[in-house]
T-cell receptor
Framework: DVKVTQSSRYLVKRTGEKVFLECVQDMDHENMFWYRQDPGLGLRLIYFSYDVKMKEKGDIPEGYSVSREKKERFSLILESASTNQTSMYLC????????????FGSGTRLTVV | QKEVEQNSGPLSVPEGAIASLNCTYSDRVSQSFFWYRQYSGKSPELIMSIYSNGDKEDGRFTAQLNKASQYVSLLIRDSQPSDSATYLCAVMGDSNYQLIWGAGTKLIIKP
C-alpha cells in the first residue's frame, strides 16, 4: 500500500522552539507539499517542492522553511514556534501532473504553548 | 488571486436521498477539477476528478462540470451515513502540479 508518512501524529512545543516536521513518501513522487489546515480556512499551502533541493513558496511561507535533500523526504521547519502556528499540518505528494491526485499523510496536529 | 468557493454547510441530507455539493471557481482557464473527501480527524482522499464538460459517474458518485458557468458539482446517490464528511473541491492552478482548494462543505447524512 502506497504511503505518505508523517513522523508525529501529535506534537506539543513551547513558544520559541525550533520544530521539525518530517514527511516521507514511498511512491517515488516528484512533487511534495506542506499545508496547514485550520477550521473555516481550508487548506493553505506553505511550501512545495517539485524536485530534490528545489522549493517554492506557497501562500503562507512566513515563519517556515523546508528541506528536501532526498526525493522521498520533505521536512517542514518552524524556525521559532509561535502560538499562531498551532494547527493541523498535512504533507502530500503527487506525480509531476496533479491530475493523478495528491496522496496525503495522516497529518500532525501541532500545539504551541 | 484565483479562488474556489464552496458553501461551508453543514448540509444535512436524509439517508437514501441525493446529496448535491457545489463549487464555483474564478479562473476561466482552469482545466482540471477534483473532489476530495475528508472524514473528521483524517486527511483528504481523492474521490473524483473531471476535466471535460458534462457528467462523470463512478458508482454512487457523479461529478458535473460546466466550464461556461464556472462551476463543478458532486452528486452522491443513495446517501449513506458513512458519506458524512467534509468534501473539498480543488482546481488545478497556473502550474500543472499545484491545486487551489475550496474550504470544504460539511455533509451530514441523517439515518
Amino acid at each position: 500500500d502506497v504511503k505518505v508518512t508523517q513522523s508525529s501524529r501529535y506534537l506539543v512545543k513551547r513558544t520559541g522552539e525550533k520544530v521539525f516536521l518530517e514527511c516521507v513518501q514511498d511512491m517515488d513522487h516528484e512533487n511534495m507539499f506542506w499545508y496547514r489546515q485550520d477550521p473555516g480556512l481550508g487548506l493553505r499551502l506553505i511550501y512545495f517542492s517539485y524536485d530534490v533541493k528545489m522549493k517554492e513558496k506557497g501562500d503562507i511561507p512566513e515563519g517556515y522553511s523546508v528541506s528536501r535533500e532526498k526525493k522521498e523526504r520533505f521536512s517542514l521547519i518552524l524556525e521559532s514556534a509561535s502560538t499562531n502556528q498551532t494547527s493541523m499540518y498535512l504533507c502530500a505528494s503527487s506525480l509531476p501532473a496533479v491530475w493523478y491526485g495528491y496522496t496525503f499523510g495522516s497529518g500532525t496536529r501541532l500545539t504551541v504553548v | 488571486q484565483k479562488e474556489v468557493e464552496q458553501n461551508s454547510g453543514p448540509l444535512s441530507v436524509p439517508e437514501g436521498a441525493i446529496a448535491s455539493l457545489n463549487c464555483t471557481y474564478s479562473d476561466r482557464v482552469s482545466q482540471s477539477f477534483f473532489w476530495y473527501r475528508q472524514y473528521s480527524g483524517k486527511s483528504p482522499e481523492l474521490i473524483m476528478s473531471i476535466y471535460s464538460n458534462g457528467d462523470k459517474e463512478d458508482g454512487r458518485f457523479t461529478a458535473q462540470l460546466n466550464k461556461a458557468s464556472q462551476y463543478v458539482s458532486l452528486l452522491i446517490r443513495d446517501s449513506q451515513p458513512s458519506d458524512s464528511a467534509t468534501y473539498l473541491c480543488a482546481v488545478m492552478g497556473d502550474s500543472n502540479y499545484q491545486l487551489i482548494w475550496g474550504a470544504g462543505t460539511k455533509l451530514i447524512i441523517k439515518p
